[in-house]
């Protein structure tokens, strides 16, 4: 990353307040999918929306540090095969959509987020 970082990913995702109710979201339908709600049902959902939160305010260039567990230790103990991530991509477009966030910019994001498939699935 040689540009300096901008806030305008950040500020696209409604700052703290609209990341707190794109993830709100993103968890309640998390949950109702019948792909991903085995995952999340017995997470500590509160404290996974609040990582998410830093997380994406600071891949968004927003005044955030994220200091949750890294990907690779987050998801070592869950069984997590590639359809479940593609699954989870997809619900998080229609929290993307349903908080009206530009299609460039769910893309942006989506783009910073597929690297990390890598430490993210752990069925192979
Ligand atoms: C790019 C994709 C993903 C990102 C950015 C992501 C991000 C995160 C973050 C930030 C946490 C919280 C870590 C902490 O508490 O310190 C977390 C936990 C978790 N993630 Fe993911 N995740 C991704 C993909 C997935 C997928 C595909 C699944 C399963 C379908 C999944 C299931 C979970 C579960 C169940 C937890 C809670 C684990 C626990 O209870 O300790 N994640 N994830």
Redesign the pocket.
């Known amino acids: 990353q040689t540009l300096p970082m901008n806030d305008q990913l950040y500020k696209a995702f409604g700052e703290k307040p609209g990341l707190v109710t794109l993830m709100d979201d993103f968890m309640t339908r998390l949950l109702a999918d019948p792909r ?1 709600g085995p ?2 049902k017995p ?2 959902q509160q ?2 929306k609040e ?2 939160v830093e ?1 994406f305010c600071a891949l968004g260039g927003g005044p955030c540090v994220y200091k ?2 890294d ?1 690779k230790t ?2 070592a103990e ?1 069984d ?1 095969k590639k359809s ?2 593609h ?2 991509v997809e619900v998080l477009q229609l929290s993307m959509d349903a908080r009206g966030i530009p299609f460039r910019q769910q893309n942006e994001m989506l783009a910073l ?1 597929a690297p ?2 890598r430490d ?1 699935i752990t069925v192979r």
């Open positions: 991903t995952h999340f997470a500590n404290q996974v990582q998410l997380q949750g567990a990907m987050a998801h869950l997590i479940d991530f699954a989870l987020l990390m498939h993210v």
